[in-house]
């Protein structure tokens, strides 16, 4: 496996460290009063950061023999990653390689022949809407590509920040049929005939990716760590004493000095958290957030965070979205018909709400 890669990461982690950034490299965590680094076995605690996938910060802190055996693991993870990060890009190319953007540039003109990972991908997405009744549409890409310009621009000049027309979001609407997607397994091609329809795989990208990964770790080894793909968590397996992994849940109340208003304890289950509070710009003093209701084309003010526990990391992402934009007796009764499925929603007036098995999981600590 390259080790190169890595190296010149682990150069910059220690470049970032010095000046205050907030990317870490490999690193030993030395045995202390409070630290479990090692079992009967000998393992030991690493970490690592990187900030250049999915556009978010992704970091992985694992149990390993040695450091060697650990960057090994760390630059799987990134390459991987990296893999499915251009494969599932819509903004950019990628010299060689077919992805979403192709698809989208190839809408009403011709099939593309993409990698499985891009079809095994979508056909999780199709099923995910079929099972959410039309709550994760990945062929919503026209309209939110009309709120990612406003909110883009908004962004960037705050004072002169709008919100999308009605009429521009309606006739963007129109074109969000997610079954006219064609998806060949045989030939391993994807057609949009709609030349005004486009894939956004948002929903489900980063949860998909962060799940196929962790599962390659585990088959090459891995089985204690804990993967973080901007908030998209994923435990292989426990801690290295046997502990369970300690995750916090954040507060949307991010003036509050309280960070995270829960903890749960996770072990081979993925949390994963879609929230108000995590992307969003300011219009005439109103804060819009990133996640677009499907029927109502705008941001759904119901709560200020869903956070999904689900084996799969995918699924989770999956109804982390879809859930936010259900009234909360339609998203219980959906977690509830799932198995091993737990879900918590926080309502803007800071009111919780939890599955019937979400409590199980969590600690005082």
């Known amino acids: 496996m390259r080790r190169n890669g890595i190296r010149a990461l682990l150069l910059t982690a220690v470049i970032a460290a010095a000046s205050g950034g907030a990317l870490e490299g490999c690193k030993k965590q030395e045995a202390g009063p409070q630290q479990e680094t090692k079992t009967e076995s000998e393992l030991h605690r690493y970490d690592v950061q990187f900030l250049d996938l999915f556009d978010t910060v992704t970091s992985m802190v694992g149990y390993a023999p040695d450091e060697e055996t650990f960057r090994m693991y760390a630059q799987e993870l ?22 979403i953007k192709t698809i989208n540039d190839q809408a009403g003109k011709a099939p593309v022949k993409v990698d499985e990972k ?26 939110l590509s009309i709120w990612h310009e406003y909110r883009t621009e908004g962004i960037y000049d705050p004072e002169n920040a709008k919100i999308p027309p009605v009429e521009e979001l309606e006739a963007a609407a129109k074109h969000v049929d997610i079954s006219q997607v064609v998806i060949d397994e045989a030939a391993s091609t994807v057609y949009i005939p709609d030349p005004d329809m486009s894939l956004d795989v948002g929903s489900i990208a980063k949860g998909y990716a962060t799940e196929m990964v962790c599962r390659k770790l585990e088959e090459d080894g891995l089985n204690k760590a804990l993967v973080s793909v ?32 829960h903890t749960v304890e996770l072990k081979d289950i993925s949390l994963v958290t879609s929230g108000s509070y995590q992307r969003y710009y300011t ?53 509830e018909s ?11 007036d800071g009111k919780e709400e939890y599955s019937s098995g979400f409590r199980a999981f969590m600690t005082e600590e």
């Open 338 to 348: 799932l198995e091993d499925v737990e879900a918590m929603w926080i309502f803007k």
């Open 78 to 99: 990134y390459d991987e990653l990296k893999m499915y990060h251009q494969l599932y890009d819509i903004y950019n190319d990628y010299e060689g390689l077919s992805n």
């Open 118 to 143: 891009i079809i095994s991908m979508l056909k999780e997405a199709v099923e995910m809407d079929e099972k959410t009744d039309g709550y994760i549409n990945v062929a919503m890409g026209s309209v």
């Open 283 to 335: 219009v005439d003093g109103v804060e819009y957030h990133h996640i677009i209701h499907p029927e109502l084309l705008m941001p759904w003010d119901e709560y200020d965070s869903v956070s999904i526990l689900c084996r799969d990391s995918g699924m989770a992402d999956c109804l982390s979205t879809a859930v936010f934009n259900m009234e909360f007796e339609d998203g219980k009764a959906l977690i």
């Open 230 to 261: 901007g908030g998209n968590v994923k435990a292989i397996g426990d801690k290295g004493d046997g502990t369970l992994w300690k995750v916090g849940i954040q507060n949307p109340d991010l003036s509050s000095k309280t960070r995270y208003l």
